[in-house]
């Protein structure tokens, strides 16, 4: 082989013409005949058979393409989608520095633009492409000027996973052909190794990656300096939250329907001790009564019609953080008295299921209910109660908090801004008058719609008391005079114009004539009108003009 390698040697002068091939050129003599690479191909198929990973089979290509095909350069790129990258992955006849500098983006020179036409390209002199970018910087020759480059896509059905390409001096065109298509029929073989490789490497990392980062903004989510509020009432809650995230006690949340009562949960756990752990969301309320069990405890497979496999249910999900059981009170007693038995031992057990399986939880619950008067009733047990009732947080319903509503409706305003592509500035001074004399009985998750709705409705750069609600705007709920008739909108309009007129020019109620195009006298008719006075407005700093 030694003395085969040498006389080949000879035979592939780099000056020789490329042009008509040489008749003999794949006979053995020459070097160049491919029957010796049959029983290399035999042991890649034995390795990709035997699944025994993709380094065993590159391992095996790059040999074939060294030694069999005689190419100076081998190298062979991996695709990773996530972050839209091609990489050597393994190579020779380059140094370290210029494997990692052969970094691609797909389109972006001729291994890019394989990658994104998942099309073969063969060059059969680099000195005369203008695709190749020489991005590992190896170093050019006169040699390497006539060598011809091969790059082959590997793909799998139409999703290229990346290439093999291989560089090397021909004096023939058919056997350049010739090993082009041999590769590519090795390409082919290798995909599924390939696939295999990435979604337990690449992607996997990418995955983890992606999945701290989103357990990082949950963390900072639920942070109880991201609780909107400064009120007292709020701020006897986060005191409450600080002091029971230090303990494992379990925690029963009250308050009425949208408070946000699950941002208080999850502020508990994501300040414990068990942050890294899971934190398992359960809503009692929308789980049908027969599938509550298994929800909660899973199943074993063929405990009942439809159990095709084991399930795990929310506790054993839960197990090393913590569970919320939201809406607990709409359990029934049969599930309370199970939920009893985790509370006091820790211990569940699976529907259809007889082994006892211990879990490291801890529990949140909470209800929009008077759980007190359910006990009384006997809708809920008095023990299941009172091994809920450890700490409890109360969380004061929306039209307690005085000034809260403003931050949150500000908070509201920038986040939706956000969500729809919008660029609102404020809200006008008659909006923030009927959103502060609402009595909200959705509380935050009202207020939050509104806005939404509000920030979608809005023409301009602010939110009119005319892009609130008609809920918002009748003389039940605002104290004003407006209905929602048309007449009574053109009033509401009107009087926002006016008011907003006088705010920025500071009670100057020639400039805000000017600025609504009416004269001093018609503005003093509508102002009256209104019983609006231009002292409100005044503020001791001069207008802008």
């Given amino acids: 082989m030694a003395n085969d390698a040498r006389s080949s040697a000879d035979l592939l002068d780099p000056d020789l013409a490329f042009g008509e091939?040489?008749?003999?050129?794949?006979?053995?003599?020459?070097?160049?005949?491919?029957?010796?690479?049959?029983?290399?191909l035999y042991r890649l198929n034995q390795v990709i058979s035997e699944s025994s990973g993709l380094a065993d089979a590159l391992r095996i290509i790059l040999d074939i393409m060294r030694v069999s095909l005689r190419m100076d350069r081998g190298?062979?790129?991996?695709?990773?989608?996530?972050?839209?990258?091609?990489?050597?992955?393994?190579?020779?006849g380059l140094t370290d520095e210029e494997r990692k500098r052969g970094i691609y983006a797909p389109g972006?020179?001729?291994?890019?633009?394989?990658?994104?036409?998942?099309?073969?390209?063969?060059?059969?002199?680099?000195?005369?492409?203008?695709?190749?970018?020489?991005?590992?910087?190896?170093?050019?020759?006169?040699?390497?000027?006539?060598?011809?480059?091969?790059?082959?896509?590997?793909?799998?059905?139409?999703?290229?996973?990346?290439?093999?390409?291989?560089?090397?001096?021909y004096r023939s065109r058919l056997l350049l052909k010739q090993d082009a298509e041999f590769i590519a029929a090795i390409a082919l073989m290798i995909a599924p190794l390939a696939e295999l490789y990435l979604i337990a490497n690449v992607d996997k990392v990418a995955l983890e990656t992606e999945n701290l980062r989103l357990r990082n903004e949950l963390k900072e989510r639920y942070q109880p300096a991201n609780i909107i509020g400064n009120s007292k009432p709020m701020q006897e809650?986060?005191?409450?939250?600080?002091?029971?995230?230090?303990?494992?006690?379990?925690?029963?949340?009250l308050g009425?329907?949208?408070?946000?009562?699950?941002?208080?949960?999850?502020?508990?756990?994501?300040?414990?001790?068990?942050?890294?752990?899971?934190?398992?969301?359960?809503?009692?309320?929308?789980?049908?009564?027969?599938?509550?069990?298994?929800?909660?405890?899973?199943h074993e497979k063929g405990a009942f019609t439809g159990a095709l496999a084991a399930h795990k249910g929310s506790f054993e999900q839960a197990d090393g953080g913590t569970i919320f059981l939201d809406e607990v009170g709409e359990l029934t007693l049969a599930v309370q008295a199970k939920l009893l038995r985790v509370?006091?031992?820790?211990?569940?057990?699976?529907?259809?299921?007889?082994?006892?399986?211990?879990?490291?939880?801890?529990?949140?619950?909470?209800?929009?209910?008077?759980?007190?008067?359910?006990?009384?009733?006997?809708?809920?047990?008095?023990?299941?109660?009172?091994?809920?009732?450890?700490?409890?947080?109360?969380?004061?319903?929306?039209?307690?908090?005085?000034?809260?509503?403003?931050?949150?409706?500000?908070?509201?305003?920038?986040?939706?801004?956000?969500a729809n592509h919008k660029s609102i500035k404020r809200i006008s001074t008659p909006a923030l008058n009927m959103l502060m004399a609402y009595h909200w009985?959705?509380?935050?998750?009202?207020?939050?719609?509104?806005v939404e709705r509000a920030v979608i409705l809005s023409d301009d750069d602010v939110i009119h008391g005319y892009n609130l609600p008609p809920s918002l705007q009748t003389s039940d709920e605002t104290g004003t005079t407006f209905g929602v008739s048309l007449e009574s909108?053109?009033?509401?309009?009107?009087?926002?114009?006016?008011?907003?007129?006088?705010?920025?020019?500071?009670?100057?109620?020639?400039?805000?004539?000017?600025?609504?195009?009416?004269?001093?006298?018609?503005?003093?008719?509508?102002?009256?009108?209104?019983?609006?006075?231009?002292?409100?407005?005044?503020?001791?700093?001069?207008?802008?003009?």
């Fill in 237 to 253: 809650v986060y005191e409450l939250i600080r002091k029971v995230s230090t303990s494992r006690a379990t925690v029963l949340i």
């Fill in 108 to 169: 972006e020179g001729i291994t890019g633009k394989v990658v994104e036409s998942g099309q073969a390209i063969v060059v059969p002199r680099l000195s005369e492409s203008a695709d190749f970018l020489n991005r590992t910087g190896s170093p050019e020759s006169e040699r390497r000027a006539k060598a011809a480059f091969i790059c082959v896509p590997i793909m799998l059905g139409k999703k290229v996973l990346g290439t093999i390409a291989g560089e090397r001096v």
């Fill in 441 to 450: 009985p959705g509380n935050v998750r009202e207020l939050e719609n509104v």
């Fill in 21 to 40: 091939p040489v008749d003999d050129f794949s006979h053995c003599g020459t070097g160049e005949c491919r029957v010796n690479t049959l029983p290399v």
């Fill in 75 to 92: 190298i062979i790129t991996l695709y990773d989608r996530r972050s839209d990258t091609i990489f050597i992955h393994e190579s020779f």
């Fill in 489 to 545: 909108k053109i009033h509401a309009v009107e009087y926002e114009m006016i008011v907003e007129a006088l705010k920025s020019s500071n009670g100057n109620v020639g400039l805000a004539a000017n600025e609504l195009g009416l004269t001093r006298r018609m503005l003093g008719l509508r102002m009256e009108r209104y019983g609006i006075s231009y002292k409100t407005f005044r503020t001791g700093t001069p207008p802008h003009r």
């Fill in 343 to 418: 509370l006091q031992e820790r211990v569940i057990e699976r529907v259809g299921g007889s082994r006892p399986l211990k879990v490291d939880v801890r529990i949140i619950a909470a209800t929009n209910r008077d759980l007190a008067a359910m006990v009384e009733r006997g809708e809920f047990r008095e023990d299941l109660y009172y091994r809920l009732y450890v700490v409890p947080i109360t969380v004061p319903p929306l039209r307690d908090r005085g000034s809260d509503v403003i931050l949150l409706a500000d908070h509201f305003v920038a986040q939706s801004s956000r």
């Fill in 256 to 298: 009425e329907s949208g408070v946000g009562k699950e941002l208080v949960a999850g502020a508990i756990h994501y300040s414990s001790a068990a942050s890294e752990g899971p934190f398992v969301k359960f809503n009692c309320a929308a789980i049908p009564e027969n599938l509550a069990e298994s929800g909660l405890f899973g």
